[in-house]
């Protein structure tokens, strides 16, 4: 079955303590990337990924690190966590970027 | 810069009304594409649609179809005889040939009820 996998899907931590939530895909997607969602702001991209070893940010990149070392998993990092971090954050992948984008069932975070 | 507009918050309306959610969009691209997602109480996104701005024709798919005026920029989403499954956030999205970002609208929350 063609999915994007998120872990985990609930997550509650303190201030300051790293974590990641990992992502990945196996529809052999080029393009992949995060979104936070926020009540009253939609969804806004954190970073994303054209391909292996290709990243850049997205339009609320603070306080998040990615990695794409291998082509099906793209990993969101947050070194020391804010409570303003507090968020829905949601992996998507699609073919190219201009193309249906599959997403995850998303990470509920909240930072305390 | 590229933006998406969905000036309703939250639409109610009765099962078997009509309803049409706004989505106007920004951009200074060309070529461009337009897209709609439902995300429903259990909260995944679900793709509905994807159009290019070549494209102005307008879609009908069941009780879903979508008006594309390049005149207006606007992308707009109608339901027909709405049914209470359809309450959901429904999201606009925009990508250009120029960027790799997509960015997408606050969503429309629609409630329809019974």
């Known amino acids: 079955e063609a999915q994007v996998t998120q872990n985990p899907r609930y997550l509650i931590t303190v201030t300051g303590k790293k974590l990641t939530v990992t992502c990945s895909q196996n529809?052999?997607?080029?393009?992949m990337s995060w979104y936070r969602q926020d009540p009253g702001l939609g969804l806004r991209q954190i970073y994303y990924?054209?391909?292996?070893?290709?990243?850049d940010k997205g339009d609320v990149p603070e306080g998040y690190k990615v990695s794409r070392k291998e082509k099906r998993n793209f990993p969101l990092i947050l070194e020391s966590p804010s409570p303003n971090q507090t968020s829905l954050y949601f992996c998507?992948?699609?073919?190219?970027?201009?193309?249906?984008?599959?997403f995850g069932q998303g990470t509920r975070l909240t930072v305390v | 810069a590229q933006k998406v507009t969905q000036a309703q918050t939250e639409i109610s309306v009765v099962e078997k009304e009509d309803v049409t959610l706004d989505c106007v969009y920004e951009?200074?691209?060309?070529?461009?594409?337009l897209f709609w997602y439902k995300q429903p109480p259990s909260g995944e996104l679900v793709f509905l649609i994807r159009?290019?701005?070549?494209?102005?024709q307008n879609e009908i798919s069941g009780r879903y179809s979508w008006n594309f005026q390049k005149s207006t920029s606007s992308f707009n989403f109608t339901i027909t005889a709405s049914q209470v499954v359809d309450s959901a956030v429904y999201f606009c999205?925009?990508?250009?040939?120029?960027?790799?970002?997509?960015?997408f609208g606050t969503g429309t929350r629609l409630q329809v009820f019974p």
């Open positions: 998507a992948s699609s073919t190219r970027m201009n193309t249906e984008a599959f």
């Open positions: 529809m052999n997607h080029e393009y």
């Open positions: 990924s054209m391909n292996v070893e290709v990243t």
């Open positions: 951009t200074r691209d060309t070529t461009y594409y």
């Open positions: 159009r290019n701005s070549f494209d102005e």
């Open positions: 999205a925009l990508s250009s040939y120029n960027t790799d970002k997509l960015i």
